[in-house]
């Protein structure tokens, strides 16, 4: 048995209450401490003297507590303690809040250790919120730990826990196969580890950071590597050479772009081949990916099998569903439709439908992989917008039919660099053009300050018979917030707007009502629609032509694309108008990118120098395991090194059974969690 496994609640000084606050971290045994790394060091060696600290600098500082004062009643609530020390060159004040116990702390005297940044400006500078420790207490190091903690944990206890079990850590089992740390100069796990926390030199430290970095990517890598090379051994389903494709394309009312056609016949021949296809379409808003769908849907019905398509919300799915009824309506495919919102009986006969084989197409939300969904023969799985749909979830899919196709669509551009992690079980195909015709949207920024004439502009447009979308960030007016919201809006034009009809929309209306009100919109009795973000993804009404955004400041820059991405998909001018609140440099950059670009593709990548990809790519959404010390930003580098590596390691032993990679296996195992990857 690994020691590691242990809980932490064997190590002296962490009873119940202490036990409770590290779960909230994630930590539950040993091993979950081992692994819980430092987000900085404190280093001892860099003491400044306090005449030399400057703003916007992190210092340490080994300095005497001199006088302590405790400030009440902030504007914000929260207490301070203001306490200020003293070296041989001078004096500095340092801020605590919340903190007002540590008052008894630096009555005591004696010379502390602060660790933190320095703020403040020309004429006075303060540490704010430092770390400290009684200087003599961890003489002995220079490089200190710092952890990211929770509400009653200490950065004194997390060190002398960690230190406890430093013995233990240094002699952790190494999970990595014995060749990939000989091919790329790695160290080994139990003194990255040890380094990680307690890194004796600089040196040490990056020794110990690029293993343990290497050591997550490739996990990452060769987890997603085995889902789909695990997937391609299974026999699919090899789907007919001989359906006559232009006898669907052909009824459509447009002609496909050279884009589509190319990534229609990528899916073709994907869905020919015996090997299961898992294949990413990825295309801006607006580019046509529906159409590309629905091409595969008919190749697979007249194969002879089923699909399924589903969508991220019950309004999409419904337009999906209106879409298709027409489509296929005229080919004599049936289409069926299933949600949660379904009544009993119209459920019951959905589902006898599909179990007999009538049903060719299903269209539907997630009601679509519920276990008691059985299909007859299904070959096909599509799932639009595929961000909302994660790596588990593909995989619950798969389970459905033998070894069904799956194709997903996403408007979510992907840097290249990183596609190949993000969907790293998928092949991917780019519609990498709009159809023709289209009039480019016109981007306007409004301060709110101004946001009458934004207003006025919405007035106009209406009474030329145009159609409005308005968003704001919440459904209600919140105590304390200056945000928009939809029902303040609603109530604002209904007064000012008598002449047209403005219907609202939210998340929290029942579904039948959401439905009437997409329905009079979409035929152009409702002029002016007022929503959430509900309407962010997919929804299609050619009609409309300005999109109006309030405190655009809070949207991402995919979401703002998104948004915009609803209006410019008919034969005239359209216009998108982002009303934003607080012009701090960050919101100014967003919206200069969404002034001066309309590629889908620069603005992801964009949004994502300014995210960082965790949040980006909503990496748990995705089922994609979170990193703990690897950066997919910072560390494309060691990426490539890592893919590199992964090809080596599969190709000697594609599915990782060799004695000499079993821990690896396993390791990988536990990263994906749930979802079966089968190694
Ligand atoms: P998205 O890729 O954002 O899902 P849609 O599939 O909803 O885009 O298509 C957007 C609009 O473009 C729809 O109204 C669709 O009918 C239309 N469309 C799709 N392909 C073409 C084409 N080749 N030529 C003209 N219009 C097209
Ligand atoms: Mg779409």
Redesign the pocket.
């Known amino acids: 048995m690994n020691p590691l496994h242990a809980p932490v609640s064997c190590i002296k000084g962490i009873g119940p209450a202490k036990q409770k606050a590290l779960e909230k971290l994630g930590i539950r045994t040993l091993e979950d401490l081992a692994c819980y790394f430092p987000r900085d060091y404190e280093d001892r060696r860099n003491k400044l003297p306090i005449s030399e600290l400057r703003p916007g600098i992190s210092a340490v500082v080994k300095a005497v507590p001199v006088s302590a004062e405790k400030l009440h009643g902030t504007r914000s609530g929260k207490s301070q303690f203001r306490l200020t020390v003293e070296d041989a060159t001078g004096s500095l004040k340092i801020l605590f809040f919340n903190a007002p116990y540590l008052a008894k702390t630096f009555s005591e005297g004696g010379e502390f250790f602060f660790y933190g940044k320095i703020a403040g400006g020309f004429r006075e500078i303060v540490m704010l919120h430092p770390d400290f420790s009684k200087a003599g207490d961890e003489e002995a190091r220079d490089i200190l730990p710092v952890y990211p903690l929770a509400a009653g944990l200490g950065q004194k206890d997390m060190r002398r826990w960690v230190e406890s079990i430093l013995p233990m850590i240094a002699e952790a089992e190494e999970c990595l196969p014995p060749m990939s740390i000989e091919r790329n100069r790695l160290c080994g796990a139990g003194y990255a580890l040890e380094n990680i926390h307690f890194p004796a030199t600089r040196q040490k430290f990056k020794e110990a950071r690029y293993r343990l970095v290497f050591e997550e990517l490739l996990l990452l890598y060769t987890g997603l590597r085995s889902i789909r090379s695990v997937r391609a051994s299974e026999k699919g389903i090899a789907f007919s050479r001989d359906v006559d494709m232009g006898a669907f394309t052909n009824t459509l009312?447009?002609?496909?772009?050279a884009a589509?056609d190319r990534v229609l016949s990528e899916v073709c021949s994907g869905m020919e081949s015996p090997v299961p296809m898992n294949r990413l379409i990825q295309?801006?808003?607006?580019?046509?990916?529906?159409?590309v769908a629905a091409a595969a849907i008919y190749k697979a019905v007249m194969s002879g099998f089923q699909a399924a398509m589903m969508a991220p919300t019950e309004t999409l799915a419904k337009q999906h569903y209106a879409d298709f009824l027409e489509m296929f309506g005229r080919l004599g495919i049936k289409v069926g439709f299933l949600s949660g919102s379904l009544k009993p009986a119209e459920r019951a006969s959905a589902l006898s439908a599909l179990a007999s084989g009538e049903t060719g197409v299903l269209i539907g939300t997630h009601a679509v992989i519920q276990p008691d969904v059985a299909f007859s023969r299904l070959g096909l799985v599509v799932t639009?917008e595929q961000h909302r749909f994660g790596v588990g979830q593909r995989v619950k899919l798969s389970q459905k039919g033998e070894s069904p196709d799956i194709l997903v669509?996403t408007?979510t551009p992907i840097p290249r660099t990183l596609g190949f992690i993000i969907y790293g079980d998928l092949d991917i195909s780019a519609?990498d053009e709009r159809?023709?015709?289209r009039i480019p949207v016109i981007t306007k920024a409004v301060r709110s300050s101004m946001r009458q004439t934004a207003y006025e502009y919405v007035r106009k447009e209406a009474r030329l018979g145009n159609q409005i979308y308005i968003v704001a960030p919440s459904i209600e007016e919140n105590e304390g917030s200056d945000l928009r919201s939809a029902a303040g809006i609603y109530e604002e034009l209904s007064g000012w707007f008598r002449e047209f009809s403005v219907a609202m929309i939210h998340g929290r209306m029942k579904q039948a009502e959401k439905d009437r009100i997409m329905d009079g919109f979409a035929s152009g009795q409702i002029r002016i629609l007022v929503s959430t973000v509900l309407i962010e993804v997919?929804i299609?009404v050619?009609s409309a032509t300005v999109m109006l955004i309030e405190n655009a400041e809070r949207f991402g820059l995919a979401q703002l694309h998104q948004l915009r991405?609803r209006v410019g998909?008919g034969s005239r001018q359209s216009c998108c108008i982002l009303v934003y609140e607080n012009a701090s440099d960050d919101v100014r950059e967003r919206i200069g990118i969404m002034l001066s670009t309309d590629d889908g593709f620069k603005i992801a990548e964009k949004d994502l120098e300014l995210r960082g990809p965790g949040e980006f790519f909503g990496m748990k959404q995705h089922g994609i395991p979170g990193l703990r010390i690897a950066s997919l930003l910072k560390h494309l580098k060691i990426l490539e090194a890592v893919k590199a590596e992964a090809a080596i390691l599969l190709e000697e032993d594609p599915s990782l059974i060799k004695p000499e990679n079993h821990s690896f296996a396993a390791k990988i195992d536990g990263m994906f969690g749930s979802v079966e990857i089968g190694i």
């Open positions: 009312p447009f002609k496909l772009t589509q295309g801006d808003v607006g580019s046509g990916k529906t159409a639009d669509m408007a519609i159809p023709p015709g997919g299609n050619p991405g998909r």
